[in-house]
């Protein structure tokens, strides 16, 4: 990998544990909904998807969740593994999207977010040995739309100043 390409790379890096360990201390909606973020470290993860590909993408955003365990949540934790699994199925679940359809970047966004939630419940299912996990979908799928529709936007405006 080339030395520009790698710089650029660690400080989106860099950026994406600074964004997702801020919004973690600011609950959205005074925490009243589990689980409910905007994802702002998502818009550097599109932004990567898009501007470098997808190994990029997969790479800063694994790498992301397992900074923020070390630095913030604590690695291996509930936290963790809720991140992760929405990690995993978001970022493979948009660059599938991505290569196979003509969806926008807001409409890839718009199934991150979906998936993102998708994991995480699937993660609480398995913890609490219950499907019941899978009533709260609704709810988190209500939020999921219109963050990935921002998140969207928001890495679409990005990426008009580095095409």
């Given amino acids: 990998m ?7 790379l660690s400080m989106l890096l860099a950026l994406s544990v600074v964004l997702n360990i801020v919004e973690n201390m600011v ?12 994802g702002l470290a998502n818009i550097v993860i599109l932004f990567v998807l898009y501007q470098y590909g997808f190994k990029e993408s997969l790479f800063i955003s694994l790498t992301r969740v397992f900074l923020v365990g070390i630095l913030h949540s604590g690695l291996f934790s ?7 699994s929405g990690a995993i199925l978001s970022i493979i679940s948009m660059g599938l999207i991505k290569r196979f359809t003509k969806l926008s ?3 890839v966004s718009i199934i991150g977010s979906l998936f993102h939630s998708l994991g995480q419940i699937i993660v609480v299912a398995i913890l609490l040995n219950s499907m019941s996990a899978f009533n709260y979908l609704p709810i988190i799928i209500l939020f999921a739309i219109p963050t990935g529709i921002l998140t969207g936007i928001m890495s679409k405006e990005l990426l008009k100043y580095f095409d």
């Avoid at 959205?28 to 589990?34: A, I, R, S």
């Avoid at 509930?78 to 992760?84: H, P, Q, R, V």
């Fill in 27 to 38: 609950p959205l909606f005074n925490g009243t909904v589990p689980g409910v973020k905007l």
């Fill in 105 to 107: 970047i807001v409409g």
């Fill in 2 to 8: 080339e030395t520009r390409k790698f710089t650029r």
């Fill in 78 to 84: 509930i936290a963790f593994f809720l991140s992760l």
